[in-house]
Structure formats: structure tokens, C-alpha cells
């Protein structure tokens, strides 16, 4: 069974817009931390969001902000005021409490930001 | 802070040869991590190095293989290459195995022929 579900292969948003890109985990281990990476077509992973599994509070970092819902399983990122540097792949990960190093990445969603 | 670097940053080799990358971690991070990532298989983890000692392995053949040096830089090297070794190999450093956050280098990219 996949442990991170990125479902949306492909999103369009109109520019200043906000958008939400939809992550499901799976995992029995009470300890995990969740994370949101942007890949531009360069190649390079950049870090966006950290969520922990005992974290009271939804993360925010500037326009990024991550919708936590524990008891779903989802963590689902938000974009606000949407950029045309957006545009880029997403990649949702998790990493299960003691476990060294090993992020298990979603498929990635792909978000197009239309002007 | 310089971020995480990787050299080089594009390869050509051809099948049955052998590779290998560098990874140079951030400052003060101790951990180097490497992930494999393919249009077919997405991200895949490697293998994890801490102190100079792999913690934590993949599920790939015996044919890659890394090591780090007491600088917490890392190599990882792949042996007899297979077309299918075609991929973005990308290393990414924290400051601990088991927490922190990773950050990735711009990849090492690798075309097999």
C-alpha cells in the first residue's frame, strides 16, 4: 500500500489565486514528521513546509500553509496568492519516527500557474 | 550558509561502466541521505550516512554503494552500469539521522547508453 497519496497528477491555477494540493498518508507509527517539497524543472528539491505528528498547530511559512488533518491522514498543502514561479512539481513526504534519513515521497502533483 | 552541493552535475556513461557522485553537505549537518528519482519509480531512497556510518538502506542491489568521510561529505558510487541506472540522483543533508529537516542538492543528472 502506498504510504503518501498525492491524487491530483496535474492542477491549474489562475494567478493570485489560491490553490490546495491534496496529500494522504499511511502510517501506525505515532511519531512522524510531514513535509512539502517544490521541484522546479531545474531539478533541484526545495523545502516549502513541516508538519509533526504531535504539532498542536497547522505549520504556516509565508504564502505556504499546511492543512493538517490527523485523524484523515491528510496534510494537504495551501498556496496563497499564487505566483507564476509556482509553477513547479510538489512532492509530499513523510518520514515515520526513528527512521534514519528515508523520506517516503508521494507521486508529486504538478501545478501550472496560468496568468 | 552554503547550501547542499553535487558534483558533477550531468554524466554520460555507458553500460557496464562505473560512477561516482559526490555530495557536499551543508555546514554543520551530519546526515547525507541520497534518493534515486525516475519518471517510472518517483523518489526513491538510497541509503542514509551519519558519522561516517550507513544507518539506514534502500531497497536497491548491492551494485550502489556509498560512503561518507569525516568531513560528512558523501560519495556514492554505482557499479557495472544498467540502462536503467538512468535517473536524477539527488543528496540531501540534516542535521540529524532521525529528525530535522532534509535539504536537497540540484541532483547529479545520469544517462546510461
Known amino acids: 500500500a502506498q504510504k503518501i497519496t498525492q491524487t491530483q497528477p496535474g492542477m491549474f491555477v489562475q494567478e493570485k489565486e489560491a490553490v490546495t494540493l491534496d496529500c494522504t498518508y499511511d502510517?501506525?507509527?505515532?511519531?512522524?514528521?510531514l513535509f512539502w517539497y517544490k521541484q522546479p524543472s531545474s531539478g533541484e528539491m526545495i523545502f516549502l513546509i513541516y508538519q509533526g505528528s504531535y504539532d498542536q498547530q497547522n505549520a504556516t511559512e509565508g504564502r505556504y500553509s499546511l492543512n493538517f488533518q490527523k485523524a484523515r491522514k491528510s496534510a494537504n498543502l495551501v498556496i496563497s496568492a499564487s505566483q507564476l514561479g509556482d509553477s513547479a512539481m510538489y512532492f509530499c513526504a513523510m518520514r515515520e519516527g526513528g527512521s534514519q534519513g528515508n523520506l517516503i515521497f508521494g507521486k508529486g502533483t504538478k501545478l501550472s500557474v496560468k496568468p | 550558509k552554503a547550501g547542499v552541493t553535487q558534483t558533477p552535475r550531468y554524466l554520460i556513461k555507458t553500460r557496464g561502466q562505473q560512477v561516482t557522485l559526490s555530495c557536499s553537505p551543508i555546514?554543520?549537518?551530519?546526515?547525507v541521505s541520497w534518493y534515486q528519482q525516475t519518471p517510472g519509480q518517483g523518489l526513491q531512497f538510497l541509503f542514509e550516512y551519519f558519522s561516517e556510518t550507513q544507518r539506514n538502506k534502500g531497497n536497491f542491489p548491492g551494485r550502489f554503494s556509498g560512503r561518507q568521510f569525516s568531513n560528512s561529505r558523501s560519495e556514492m558510487n554505482v557499479s557495472t552500469l544498467e540502462l536503467g541506472d538512468s535517473a536524477l540522483y539527488l543528496c540531501?543533508?540534516?542535521?540529524?539521522?532521525?529528525?530535522?529537516?532534509?535539504?536537497f542538492g540540484p541532483g547529479t543528472r545520469l544517462l546510461v547508453l
Open positions: 555546514s554543520g549537518h551530519r546526515s
Open positions: 540531501a543533508s540534516s542535521l540529524t539521522s532521525e529528525s530535522g529537516t532534509q535539504y
Open positions: 502510517t501506525s507509527d505515532p511519531s512522524y514528521g
